[in-house]
């Protein structure tokens, strides 16, 4: 397949037209010799705005891009050239299946497990593309150690598994060093990618943690690029998550994803809690899909573990080696009365392996019965990171192993066999068919897939029910004991969950799963049996692209531009019709109109939500009178704030109009009588509301109560984020409930739940105020509404709806405009409170030199 590819990047600097060649071209090295990589370019200007229209292809491809290649490679033997082959075992090959090669193209992005001489570098990048589709990244050993060994193994893996550097010997240190190589060695991974990919129309697909900053950098480059993001190991809660000093850049670039996937819900719900603490962003969820707000983005969250290859795991079972290594096991433990547990972990402090030992030590010094019955094979796969915490575990479990097997051990017989040297699959599988019951007693992991392994590897086949002596027509068993801590354990509801730091506990699940009756066994292995084979990592693969062109399928009428430096960097994302309000548009169209209708809110408009000071400042005030001044205009401040407080606030404003406590009261100047927009409201209501809302207001922590006289807010600014919004959630449902035969409506805002009588919205200030300029014979050909909260929305809905109507002239200047750059029903945009001031200032000026007078500033 041909691929358009953005080859040379000096091109987009100089804006000529970018040349694209075939994929078989021969790849440049990236890097051959250390060094460290700026974080990014500092200028946003550089990147990339994808052009919306898309070249036709055969079919899609997906560019799945992972710390290592599913490629095995091997010296010649004369040393002259290199021979490659697949990784079968890699899950990165096995996700193909699902994506299906007639209707996917897949390239591999990654490095290589071999260290590659520079002079070789250009020929196994050719070798590599052409036969497997892989492009290898090249990183210099110095590098590559202080990426992988520091950062991502010293600290992110750690603290992941929600291991704190309390002490040098305890995970590492926070290294800026560190933490420059991981965000270099991204930049590289970029590099690369950006050699190869279509932007238009190719799917990006991240891997696990080595790659967070990832996706700031491609995102940079092409703002519309298709970008999914999975991790595989936990993700911590956000009281460890927070003691990370670059925790705010790794959420921004995972931000900068379109899909973010987890395999449980903890994990998501982590991620999300730690944006919310952070970053102040909420989440929703619509129709079954979680997503987050991120400037006109909706990044998406998909929570799906991630399953085992059914098809290789079949073929394996059918091997003639397997059916041998299982007769060989049958001999060594069934024959001799002898009942297999299995454990199958990599040798490192957070698998549990002690654990798990002292929980069989435990069985046997209280369950006499099982001693010279009972064998634990332990099988320890050799450790993936390496330091003192590895060593210190081999020796614990060495220690722990003979201590148990001296104690309890008879001649020809061990309660622990430990076997240490690496097995092949097919080996492993053998013990899987043969054991009794699987042990996983982690302390913390990501997706353990050992279990799924062990339930498919029971059900057997014809061939190996023989081997074992099985009935073909019987039904198969298994039995599981897994720990709560691990990704796989809610989808296997029929396993016995365990504490894994409870001995005793793990020592009882033991004895239930050798004593457990036959038929119960059985009934758990079918429905284990069952969700595994048809949640395999086909299906995974298949629901995570299907959810990610499902999120991508409206980037191409969206207008993107970055903004922000360094790891800061994203993308601002916008319907093509949502524009920034120009000064020179609007105070033009200011100049040479008659008749002019300015509707503005106050808090979060003309005053910061973050000021502590929420009153108006003497600029404000001589803007707003300045406005007012003007003949040609009808100012309004529309606030949710009470009468009383509007009233004593803007006292020095004599010709503004004010509607307070959402528009139920208002008037049209100081002088002028309070008038209401709907009947006197009965607030009788508020016996019964304002005691729940107490109720919540001691319950939570920095809430409050604002008693208005038609209405009752309840605030939680100040309480914590998540149990804030978790009880506002439980108040708006209760309140809804105790209300539910009172003429109110109860709604929820930023950081408030507030009852208020029913009709009463900021809409019928807008109306009340475009039909009371029409009653004066004049029709407005100049329309200003500000507003920056779901409440000001009501009141674009109605000045967008008039524009059709009688109320405004035919060729009337319309400016609804929004305070932020985020979905709304506004025209316009300004950025701030900052820019919001600045415009009102420049049309106060504009009405000064109409209508001299002093304005103080």
């Known amino acids: 397949m041909v691929s358009r590819s953005y080859s040379n990047l000096l091109e987009l600097a100089s804006g000529d037209a970018p040349s694209f060649g075939r994929m078989s071209r021969r790849l440049p090295r990236v890097m051959t010799v250390a060094g460290i990589i700026s974080d990014l370019d500092d200028d946003p200007a550089d990147s990339v705005c994808s052009d919306s229209s898309s070249s036709s292809a055969p079919k899609d491809r997906i560019i799945i891009v992972a710390n290592q290649l599913p490629i095995r490679a091997h010296k010649k033997p004369d040393n002259k050239g290199w021979t490659f082959s697949w990784d079968e075992d890699s899950l990165l090959l096995q996700l193909k299946d699902g994506l299906g090669e007639d209707e996917v193209e897949v390239l591999y992005v990654g490095c290589l497990k071999e260290d590659i001489h520079p002079n070789e570098q250009d020929d196994v990048s050719q070798i590599l593309l052409e036969t497997f589709k892989c492009v290898p990244t090249f990183i210099a050993p110095d590098l590559f150690s202080r990426f992988y060994h520091g950062f991502c193994k010293q600290q992110l893996w750690p603290l992941f598994h929600y291991m704190l550097p309390l002490s040098p010997d305890l995970g590492g240190r926070f290294d800026r060093s560190l933490f420059q190589a991981y965000v270099s060695v991204n930049k590289i991974f970029a590099d690369r990618i950006l050699e190869v990919i279509n932007p238009e129309d190719d799917f990006v697909w991240v891997h696990d943690y080595h790659l967070m900053v990832l996706p700031t950098f491609l995102r940079k480059r092409f703002n519309r690029v298709k970008l999914g993001f999975f991790l595989h190991s936990p993700f911590p809660s956000s009281e460890i998550y927070k003691t990370l000093p670059v925790r705010e850049e790794l959420l921004r670039a995972l931000l900068n994803s379109d899909l973010i996937g987890f395999h449980t819900f903890d994990y998501a719900r982590h991620f999300l809690s730690c944006c919310s603490r952070m970053l102040g962003l909420s989440y929703e969820s619509k129709r079954g899909y979680i997503g987050l707000e991120y400037y006109g983005r909706t990044v998406s969250i998909k929570i799906l573990p991630v399953g085992v290859h059914m098809g290789q795991l079949q073929s394996v079972l059918s091997l003639p080696e397997t ?267 200011y100049k040479r109109t008659k008749t002019r209708a300015i509707l503005l809110d106050y808090d979060g408009t003309l005053m910061p939500q973050a000021s502590i000071d929420k009153s108006p400042s003497s600029r404000t005030i001589d803007i707003l009178n300045s406005l007012c001044r003007d003949k040609k205009n009808v100012v309004f401040l529309v606030s949710a704030r009470s009468r009383q407080t509007l009233s004593e606030w803007f006292s020095p404003c004599e010709n503004l109009g004010i509607a307070a406590e959402h528009g139920y009261f208002f008037r049209l100047r100081r002088d002028a009588e309070w008038e209401t927009c709907v009947p006197v409201a009965d607030c009788s209501w508020k016996q019964i509301a304002e005691p729940v809302m107490k109720l919540y207001t001691e319950t939570t922590d ?142 106060a000026s504009v009405s000064e030199q109409a209508f001299p007078v002093s304005l103080q500033l």
Not at 454 to 472: C, E, F, H, M, T
């Open 702 to 843: 920095g809430s409050t109560i604002e008693d208005k006289e038609t209405g009752l807010v309840w605030c939680y600014e100040d309480a914590d984020p998540d149990f804030g919004s978790c009880q506002a959630k439980e108040l708006l449902d209760h309140l809804e409930s105790v209300l539910a035969n009172e003429p109110v409506s109860v709604k929820s805002g930023q950081n408030i739940v507030e009852v208020k009588p029913q009709g009463v919205s900021k809409g019928l200030v807008a109306e009340r105020l475009l039909s009371t300029v029409q009653d004066k014979g004049m029709v407005p050909d100049f329309v200003l509404c500000i507003g920056d909260d779901r409440s000001d929305e009501d009141m674009f809905e109605v000045i967008t709806r008039n524009m059709a109507g009688s109320s405004l002239s035919l060729t009337a200047e319309v400016f609804a405009c929004t305070v932020g750059r985020k979905p709304s029903k506004a025209k316009y945009y300004l950025d701030d409170t900052v820019e919001i001031v600045r415009l009102m200032q420049g049309l």
């Open 323 to 589: 059916e041998a290594k299982v007769v060989e096991l049958i001999k060594q433990f069934t024959e001799r009365g002898r009942t297999m547990l299995l454990g199958v972990d990599d040798m490192d402090i957070f698998k549990g392996i002690t654990l798990k030992l002292l929980a069989l030590e435990q069985l046997l010094l209280q369950h006499l019965e099982w001693r010279g019955k009972v064998v634990l094979v332990q099988i320890a796969n050799p450790a993936r990171g390496r330091g003192k915490d590895v060593q210190e575990v081999q020796a614990e479990t060495y220690s722990t192993v003979k201590r148990i097997n001296e104690t309890f051990g008879q001649p020809g017989y061990e309660p622990v066999i430990l076997i240490s040297e690496p097995l092949k699959f097919f080996e492993r599988v053998a013990y899987y068919v043969v054991a009794e019951c699987c042990l996983v007693t982690a302390v913390r992991d990501g997706m353990n897939l050992i279990p799924y392994e062990y339930i498919v590897s029971r059900q057997g086949n014809d061939r190996l029910n023989n081997a074992v002596g099985l009935d073909p027509l019987s039904s198969k068993k298994s039995m599981l004991v897994v720990s709560e801590f691990i990704g796989c354990s809610p989808s296997l509801s029929g396993a016995i969950r365990v504490n894994p730091w409870n001995i005793d506990a793990v020592s009882d699940a033991m004895d239930c799963a050798l004593e457990m009756a036959e038929p119960e066994k059985q009934l758990r292995h079918e429905k284990h049996y069952k969700y595994v084979s048809t949640h395999d990592v086909g299906y995974w693969a298949h629901s995570f692209l299907q959810d990610l062109q499902r999120t991508c399928k409206d980037h191409i009428r969206r207008r993107c531009w970055g903004i922000g430096f360094g790891l800061g960097f994203r993308v601002v994302a916008l319907d093509p019709n949502f524009r920034k309000l120009s000064m020179e548009h609007i105070v033009s169209a």
